[in-house]
């Protein structure tokens, strides 16, 4: 039965998440209102980014599901385990918790009203409400093995980064921010917006590691530390 409802799970959310993303890029071409802006397309928005994200990790999810012999020791169940801890699951609840607390001050920083006639009300709770029960729906679904933390945060870090650089080269080219929020900041309260944002996307990685073990026990502690034995051991045997 678990199996059974790990699998439907699976492609529920893929199919949901392919569904949302395939009605947004079904916008392309349309007039844009303002408040949004041509260069860069959807790929400059972490909303967008993290859809294609969640629709990418639930997809392989479903595949790893359906594959034959022991899962767990398979590289796909790996990867979706990193995609999953490192990525889907803090960057996720970070969307969902930065646009509605931003929101609630102030729509006009991050969604401005002009926006409500193109897109209608449920892609914007497909995109920032809806992901939050999806992601807690998944914690409880199965365990994940989360890798060391400082590597995890440190692969999070990066992508962070990344996407800074990204916003940065978009406001460079085209001289628009793309939040507006954004514009309202000087130089140093950039860097500390984003050192927040970083600050907050951790804590979330971390609650991820806390609910799994909560909720799974120490089995994917087990294996994690089983890992980093064989990594001892490795290092051990080069010393010698």
Known sequence: MTATLRIVYHLAAFSWYTFVVKSLMAKDGEELPPGIFVYGGPWKYITFLNLLLQMVFFGLAAVNDLQPGKRSESVLNRCKDLLFSVFAFPVGMFVVLLFWTIFAYDRELVYPATIDAFFPPWINHSMHSFVLPVLLGEVLVQPHVYPKTKHGLAALGV???SYLCWVIWVYLSVGIWVYPLLGLLS?????????????????????????????????????????????KNRQRAKRK
């Open 159 to 161: 992508v962070g980064l």
């Open 187 to 231: 130089n140093a309260g950039l860097v500390g917006f984003f050192l927040f944002n970083m600050s907050v996307v951790t804590l979330f990685y971390l609650l991820g590691d806390t609910l799994n073990s909560y909720v799974w026990g120490k089995q994917p502690q087990r294996v994690r530390d089983k890992e980093q034995g064989k990594d």
